[in-house]
């Protein structure tokens, strides 16, 4: 049976979050499949329904410190904070006990806010997610983040029921019995190796650490760096400063490279700067995280290729061995302790046996792995 989440501020959106609650029972039954949902009201104010199931009150008595009649004179945004704090405890507490197949809410923009901010805290990638939202065509970036999160404009305010509102809320509720119902059954699937690939646009590394933290990876062939790059000279896709890092502290088998490590993403010509840091730096910050967070140094390894990228290679435009060569003369200098393996090979990052010869390597440290 699968067991759905729905959230939603009913102290202001009663009607439509009720609606949607009845559009999801309304599929389970055309579908003749029984179905669960946990209604969480996440209002600044308690209401009384029958279909509520864990109640504002609730969640306060339970997760908020102090006396929570505070929440009634705090400003908007603390008592947004409050709640996201509050619910995301709730929803990960629900999570570690109870099967969930998916979580739903509809919002304008603080409940867009305090949902997607739930789901991005407490529930794990792969998860359906959707939100029915009032902003959901202007700038989404800080709502979903790195999450799998689902939006659905509303097109019209959620302020009342009305023929348009329906028609959209009810898409939802059919968008979410279908997600949940095939993530239901696929949880059941058995599982195989299965290989993952994240795009290095800052949100692709952090989607991929995040996801080695919730142990949903068990091992990571960190090929391209280009990331770092754009953290280190004010790039557009830069990761988090803590790249790297949650890998590392995992302690499972993680090889590294420099690929695309010779480019920057920037935005329009006017915002390019007129230097660039030294590829020394992206080096530095690589040995930094190395020693600083590698917590099972036999199962990390870094491999050094002769060209970096496909502009780069030896005979192109691109091609600088200088910068290349401080690059990995940091790393292997670096680490010449020996405690974590430096692979050189002259071979481009592109070409072919490189990428056999590495990805054997992965699959070598993963049985050392499993077998110790």
């Not at 209002?43 to 306060?60: E, K, N, P, Q």
């Not at 989404?140 to 302020?159: H, N, R």
């Not at 348009?164 to 059954?185: C, D, I, K, P, W």
């Not at 974590?340 to 590495?358: M, W, Y």
Request: aromatic share 4%; with cysteine.
């Amino acid at each position: 049976m699968p067991h759905i989440i729905l959230l939603g501020t009913l102290d202001t959106k009663r009607a439509e979050i009720l609606y949607l609650y009845t559009e999801l029972q309304q599929n389970a039954t055309c579908f003749s499949k029984p179905l669960q949902i946990t209604l969480i009201d996440c209002g600044r104010l308690a209401i009384a329904d029958d279909a509520i199931t864990i109640s504002h009150t609730d969640l306060l008595a339970k997760y908020a410190s102090g006396d929570s009649t505070e929440i009634l004179t705090l400003p908007r945004g603390q008592v947004i904070e409050l709640l996201i704090s509050c619910v995301s405890r709730r929803v990960a507490d629900l999570l570690r006990t109870t099967d969930i197949h998916g979580i739903i809410g509809a919002g304008g923009s603080g409940g867009t806010s305090l949902i997607s901010a739930v789901m991005r805290t407490a529930a794990p990638i792969g998860l359906p997610k959707l939100i029915v939202s009032t902003v959901a065509s202007g700038n989404t970036g800080p709502v979903v983040g790195e999450c799998d999160i689902t939006l659905m404009y509303s097109v019209v305010d959620i302020a009342g029921i009305n023929r348009l509102l329906r028609e959209v809320l009810g898409n939802a509720a059919g968008a979410m019995f279908g997600m949940a119902s095939t993530y239901q059954h696929r949880l059941n699937e058995s599982r195989t190796l299965k290989v993952y690939v994240f795009h290095t646009t800052g949100h692709g590394g952090k989607a991929m650490e995040r996801l080695v933290e919730e142990g949903r990876l068990d091992a990571i062939l960190d090929i391209t760096a280009t990331e770092i790059c754009d953290l280190i000279a004010g790039g557009t896709m830069r990761c988090e400063f803590s790249r790297l890092e949650t890998t590392l502290n995992r302690g499972i088998p993680n090889i590294i490279s420099v690929g695309a490590t010779d480019m920057i993403n920037f935005g329009p010509v006017d915002t390019i700067p007129h230097q660039f840091p030294e590829c020394r730096e992206v080096g530095g910050f690589i040995l930094d995280k190395l020693g600083r967070f590698t917590q099972a140094s036999g199962m990390v390894e870094v491999w050094l290729p002769g060209g970096v990228s496909s502009i780069g290679i030896i005979g192109s435009a691109f091609t600088d061995a200088d910068a290349d060569t401080a690059l990995a003369d940091t790393l292997r200098s670096g680490l010449k302790d020996g405690k974590i393996r430096v692979v050189s090979d002259e071979r481009d990052i592109n070409d072919d046996g490189f990428a056999l010869d590495i990805a054997d390597r992965l699959m070598a440290l993963v049985a050392k792995h499993s077998s110790s």
